[in-house]
């Protein structure tokens, strides 16, 4: 039986703290539209998004009172009536992505852009998201979760790895390549140095701490360069690419600086792949861009198919999440470790 209130973790207005409400009214199963499930939550990762939207430092605003998170694994419970062809059905095992929704019937959504579509709903950002028992979600976006995962371990995949999956899908990338990483050591970047090594690329981690430099290298890095401690980060990545710079940048740190040097440091006909997300200018010198004949793209989340992709690579045990379980009353904590630059790999939350 679905009980009519759950325990959830909601940001009433910008800024404002998180508060762990036990009040919080459940959709039962008569009252969702077709096209909607009702999902029960295991585990849910907690995305340097969430912070963002927690601050709402972005120029797209989310919805509050907002309940967060948008990389969850759970169960299907309930699905609305009349639905049209669901291809889930109540039991599966589903996760749940950034891109909660979309029409499926546009240009973007049609050529593969499904994050892209006008009518698109975001997981924890303008709908309710998986920092809750229960969660809301559409029966045509939800990822089916392979059996030979478990919940906790399949979580951040529906975020962190499908975004970087994607992310090196657009790198122009080829084996024996050399990519950066900067924010190597965070919830994105963990996976993109796995991710990288399973194509075939020769992987530069960049981040800070010796925590983070330990899982870089134990993960199948060549080389870790401490962006704290560096003097000359270019003259080191030339240094280790022979001379000629990296082909590819793929920058998932949450901050600005990580993108000043990227055009530097690539060698010519490289691509600099923006996914962190700080609000600011991209600052590359356009003389270089040019004469370098650098590809500057940006990467946002991934769509259906790459969801798929992504989790049955961790499936097949090939991308481990590296994370610490806590339970969904540590979020407040877990901001404010983030905020600092001390997680290494990811959070993941037990969602009751
Ligand atoms: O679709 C997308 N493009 C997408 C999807 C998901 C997340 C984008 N994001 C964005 C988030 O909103 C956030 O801005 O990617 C960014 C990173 O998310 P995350 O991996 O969840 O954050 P994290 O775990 O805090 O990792 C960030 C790492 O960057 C390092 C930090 O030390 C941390 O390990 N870092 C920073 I901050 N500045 C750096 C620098 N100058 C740096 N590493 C290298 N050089
Ligand atoms: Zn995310």
Not at 29 to 36: I, T
Request: proline share 4%.
């Amino acid at each position: 039986t679905i009980p009519k209130t759950q325990v959830a973790a909601v940001v009433e207005s910008i800024g404002a703290p998180i508060e762990i409400k036990h009040d919080q009214p459940v959709k039962q199963a008569s009252e969702l539209a077709p096209g909607e499930c009702l999902v029960k939550m295991e585990y849910t990762g907690v995305c340097h998004t969430d912070l963002h939207a927690k601050k709402g430092d972005w120029p797209a605003k989310p919805n509050n009172p907002l309940i967060g998170g948008h990389e969850g694994v759970g169960i299907v419970v309930a699905i609305g009536e009349h639905s049209e062809r669901p291809p889930v059905k109540v039991g599966d095992r589903v996760g749940i992505k950034w891109l909660a929704n979309s029409c499926l019937d546009c240009e973007f959504c049609r050529k593969g852009f499904e994050q892209n579509c006008v009518k698109a709903q975001l997981s924890g950002y303008t709908v309710d998201g998986t920092f809750s028992q229960y969660v809301v979600s559409f029966v045509h976006h939800v990822t089916k979760i392979p059996e030979s995962i478990d919940s906790a371990s399949a979580a951040s995949i529906l975020c962190a790895g499908v975004t970087v999956y994607r992310a090196l899908k657009n790198s122009n990338t080829h084996i024996g390549d050399f990519i950066v990483l900067p924010g190597a050591g965070g919830g994105l970047g963990h996976l993109a140095v796995q991710y990288a090594v399973n194509m075939g690329l020769r992987v530069i981690a960049i981040d800070t701490g010796a925590e983070k430099q330990k899982l870089c290298l134990s993960l199948g890095a060549e080389k870790w360069i401490d962006f704290k401690q560096s003097t000359d980060i270019v003259k080191d990545i030339k240094d280790a690419t022979g001379g000629f710079g990296a082909h590819a940048a793929l920058v998932t740190a949450s901050a600005s600086a990580a993108y000043e040097q990227a055009v530097d440091y690539l060698r010519p006909t490289g691509t600099l792949v923006a996914v962190g997300l700080p609000n600011a200018p991209l600052g590359a010198n356009i003389f270089w861009t040019v004469f370098k004949s650098i590809n500057i793209v940006g990467s946002y989340v991934g769509n259906r198919q790459d969801a798929i992709e992504a989790i049955e690579i961790a499936a097949a045990g090939k991308v481990k999440v590296h994370y610490e379980l806590k339970p969904l009353n540590a979020l407040k904590d877990v901001y404010e470790g983030m905020e600092a630059g001390k997680v290494v790999g990811r959070v993941v939350l037990k969602c009751e």
